[in-house]
C-alpha cells in the first residue's frame, strides 16, 4: 500500500494568514491526488483533485494545490473562519486507496 | 446534485455481520463508482472498496476476506457486508461516489456503527 503522511498533525492560525498543509506519499503517484475538507461531524469534501483542479462547484479560489511524484501542498491564501477543519489528502495512483491521517487547521 | 443516505444498524454484535445499505439520488446512479469508506473514530479515513453498476468490485486487501459490497441498480442501491466484526470495526462508514474510480465526489453523511456486545 501507498502510505500517506501528512504534516503538521495540526497547525494554529488566524483569520487573514497563509497557510501551507503538506503531503508526503510513500513512492511516485504522479499527480494522483486529492485534497478533501472535514469539518466535525460531516462528511469530506472533495477540494482538489490531480494534485492542482479545483474542484468546480464552490471550492474558493484561496485554496490551491500543487506537487508531482511524492511532495504535494495545500495552500489556502487567506484564511477564512469557515476554512478552520481537518484537511486530508488521498491517493488515486493504486488500489488500494488511501488517505493521509489529516491536519487539522485550528483558530490561534 | 448527487445526494446519498446510508442506512442500517447503529451497533452490531462481536464475530457478528455489519450490513449496510446506500441509496442514491441521482438518475446517473450507472456513471459512478461507489464506495465505502470508514474512519474510526480520531483516526484516517480507510477505503474500504467499490462497485460499479455492472458488479465489479474491488477491496482493501486488508478487509478483503471478510467484506462484500454489492449493488440493487433497479433501486439505485449498494451494501456492505462485513463479517466477523471486532471492536476494532466500530467507526463512521460513509458511502461514497466518484466520476471515475479515483476521487470521491460524493459522500453521504456517514453513520456510526459501535461493535460491542
Known amino acids: 500500500d501507498i502510505q500517506m503522511t501528512q504534516s503538521p498533525s495540526s497547525v494554529s492560525a488566524s483569520v487573514g494568514d497563509r497557510v501551507t498543509l503538506t503531503c508526503r506519499a510513500s513512492?511516485?503517484?504522479?499527480?494522483?491526488l486529492a485534497w478533501y475538507q472535514q469539518k466535525p461531524g460531516k462528511a469530506p469534501r472533495l477540494l482538489i483533485y490531480s494534485a492542482s483542479t479545483l474542484l468546480n462547484s464552490g471550492v474558493p479560489s484561496r485554496f490551491s494545490g500543487s506537487g508531482f511524484g511524492t511532495d504535494f501542498t495545500l495552500t489556502i491564501s487567506s484564511l477564512q473562519p469557515e476554512d478552520f477543519a481537518t484537511y486530508f489528502c488521498?491517493?488515486?495512483?493504486?488500489?488500494?486507496?488511501?488517505f493521509g491521517q489529516g491536519t487539522r487547521v485550528e483558530i490561534k | 446534485q448527487v445526494q446519498l443516505q446510508e442506512s442500517g444498524p447503529g451497533l452490531v454484535k462481536p464475530s457478528e455481520t455489519l450490513s449496510l445499505t446506500c441509496s442514491v439520488s441521482?438518475?446517473?446512479?450507472?456513471?459512478?463508482?461507489w464506495s465505502w469508506i470508514r474512519q474510526p473514530p480520531g483516526r484516517a479515513l480507510e477505503w474500504i472498496g467499490y462497485?460499479?453498476?455492472?458488479?465489479?468490485?474491488s477491496y482493501n486487501p486488508s478487509l478483503k476476506s471478510r467484506v462484500a459490497i454489492s449493488v440493487d441498480t433497479s433501486k439505485s442501491q449498494f451494501s456492505l457486508a462485513l463479517n466477523s466484526v471486532t471492536a476494532a470495526d466500530t467507526a463512521v462508514y460513509y458511502c461514497?461516489?466518484?466520476?471515475?474510480?479515483?476521487?470521491?465526489?460524493?459522500w453521504g453523511q456517514g453513520t456510526l456503527v459501535t461493535v460491542s456486545s
Open positions: 513512492q511516485n503517484i504522479g499527480n494522483w
Open positions: 441521482d438518475a446517473s446512479f450507472s456513471s459512478y463508482y
Open positions: 461514497a461516489g466518484a466520476p471515475n474510480q479515483n476521487f470521491f465526489d460524493y
Open positions: 488521498q491517493q488515486a495512483n493504486s488500489f488500494p486507496r488511501t
Open positions: 462497485i460499479y453498476h455492472t458488479g465489479s468490485t
